[in-house]
């Protein structure tokens, strides 16, 4: 099992960034691939970007290609969403998940990750 921490979120203005980060503790050691994933008010929860911790690829859903950055740091346990140029539809909720498996170190942010953090508010104004 892992356990999953998310920091970062805050409120700011349109046009600005963040980066989102997510401790990683437990078993840290086996193959997984981590997602980013996001709940606006009234919407559903979408996955918006993936790695995969051994096999480095990266995945980001459209919406978000070219704004937002995902990597890691596997010596300090940490995941980072890098989130530019943000926008008033960024505004939600946003979840780190970790899913173990190999998958040939190529990851998706699907909704059936087995282990989820409790989430850090986005909130962007224009």
């Known amino acids: 099992q892992v356990q999953l921490a998310e920091s970062g979120g805050g409120s700011v203005k349109a046009g600005e960034s963040l980066r989102l980060s997510c401790a990683v503790s437990?078993?840290?050691?086996?193959?997984?691939?981590m997602g980013w994933f996001r709940q606006a008010p009234g919407k559903e929860r979408e996955g918006v970007a993936a790695i995969h911790t051994r096999g480095g690829s990266t995945y980001y859903t459209g919406s978000v290609k070219g704004r937002f950055t995902i990597s890691q740091d596997n010596a300090e346990n940490t995941l980072y969403l890098q989130i530019d140029s943000l926008k008033p539809e960024d505004t939600g909720m946003y979840y780190c998940a970790a899913d173990p498996g190999w998958y040939g170190g190529i990851c998706e942010p699907l909704p059936d990750y087995d282990f989820w953090g409790q989430g850090t508010q986005v909130t962007v104004s224009s």
């Open positions: 437990g078993h840290t050691d086996s193959s997984y691939c």
